[in-house]
């Protein structure tokens, strides 16, 4: 399993955003490979919000985003968001939550 962290800061409407970003989720939740996701807002900067996903592969989430469905769902972000995405894989974890 992999996780994508992407961390988004807002700079045009935050609802519109909201709204793009439900499309995008929406779209990748139907693609092989992807196991879940949670959306978190900054409580310090509400115009910072940072996406967790869950893939079963780095290939899985790949072959989505390569996807033009994928593309055109996104582009809407263009001037509205700054994405800083990547990969990441557990190291160790505690579970008490």
């Known amino acids: 399993m992999i996780t ?3 961390r988004l800061t807002v700079h045009g409407d935050v ?5 793009i970003l ?3 989720t929406a779209h990748m939740s139907s693609q092989p490979g992807f196991l879940g996701n949670r959306i978190y ?3 310090r900067d509400p115009r910072v919000f940072v996406e967790t996903a869950q893939w ?3 290939a899985s989430h790949h ?3 390569q996807a033009d469905a994928f593309h055109q ?5 263009g001037g ?3 994405p800083e995405p990547d990969l990441f894989e557990i190291v160790e974890e505690d579970e008490r939550v």
């Open 4 to 6: 994508v962290i992407n």
């Open 15 to 19: 609802s519109t955003f909201e709204g």
């Open 22 to 24: 439900k499309d995008i």
């Open 41 to 43: 807002r900054s409580v």
């Open 56 to 58: 079963t592969d780095a």
């Open 63 to 65: 072959k989505a985003m």
């Open 73 to 77: 769902r996104v582009k809407g972000l």
């Open 80 to 82: 509205l968001a700054t």
